[in-house]
């Protein structure tokens, strides 16, 4: 008997066992589904196909500082918020075609298409105010007597009123800056 | 990424729910036929 016809026939079993099963069903395939949003969110997965940029972030204080405190590769580049995650993640699989082409595969290739990566992710980060940065780093709760006299002269001016963000002036926090030509506020 | 890029990929994201809510209705529907058949179902 075909599918179909099975699914709109009654079943010999209580409704009990239907809904139990249903019940049951709809757990595993909404765990097995997040594990799989989780597995494709860990900088191994990440490494796979970024080497160069994972080795350079080991450099940076988001991999290393005193508090302990690690940032990782989806922590920056990938959402929270369930349907954002599941826009980029659905975005990304450009990122499976570009690797399919090898636009990025040797260390030439990655130098010059660096730049326009670079520039992809600055937009998206002031598309949504720097959402990423400030999903660990709220302005709220920054200490100005903490802060140095540079850190407090641009924080309770061009960040505190919108004028600016994140991204804006902290450039290159994880990774290599690329050929900067060109950027506002560059030489 | 310019704002047709945007439209299209919020389009094909918000699109890709519905498309994952009816790919796991119809993946338990089948595991739970299948197991049915074993059992009280094993002559429809």
């Excluded at chain 1, 407090?152 to 963000?165: E, M, P, R, V």
Aim: proline share 3%; net charge positive; aromatic share 10%.
């Amino acid at each position: 008997m075909t599918f179909w016809s099975r699914l709109s026939r009654p079943s010999k079993a209580s409704a009990g066992v239907l809904l139990g099963l249903g019940f049951v069903g709809g757990i595993l395939f909404w765990g097995a589904f997040n594990t799989g949003m989780e597995a494709t969110n860990t900088e191994a997965f990440c490494s796979s196909c970024h080497a160069p940029i994972v080795a350079e972030i080991r450099e940076t204080i988001h991999y290393s500082n005193r508090s302990g405190v690690r940032a990782i590769c989806s922590d920056c580049h990938v959402p929270h918020a369930w349907t954002d995650k599941l826009v980029r993640k659905v975005q990304a699989s450009k990122e499976l075609v570009a690797f399919a082409l090898g636009t990025i595969n040797t260390p030439e290739k990655f130098r010059a298409r660096r730049g326009h990566l670079a520039h992809r992710e600055w937009q998206r980060m002031k598309n949504n105010d720097s959402q990423e940065c400030r999903n660990c780093h709220n302005f709220d709760f920054m200490d100005f007597s903490e802060q140095g006299r540079r850190s407090i002269t641009q924080h309770s001016t061009a960040l505190a009123s919108g004028d600016k963000t994140c991204v804006d002036c902290h450039k290159g926090v994880a990774h290599r800056l690329p050929n900067m030509s060109g950027v506002e506020g560059w030489q | 990424m310019s704002t047709l890029e945007s439209i299209f990929w919020h389009v094909l994201g918000y699109a890709t729910m519905p498309f994952i809510f009816i790919v796991g209705y119809i993946g338990v529907a089948a595991a739970a036929l299948w197991l049915l058949s074993l059992g009280v179902d094993k002559d429809i």
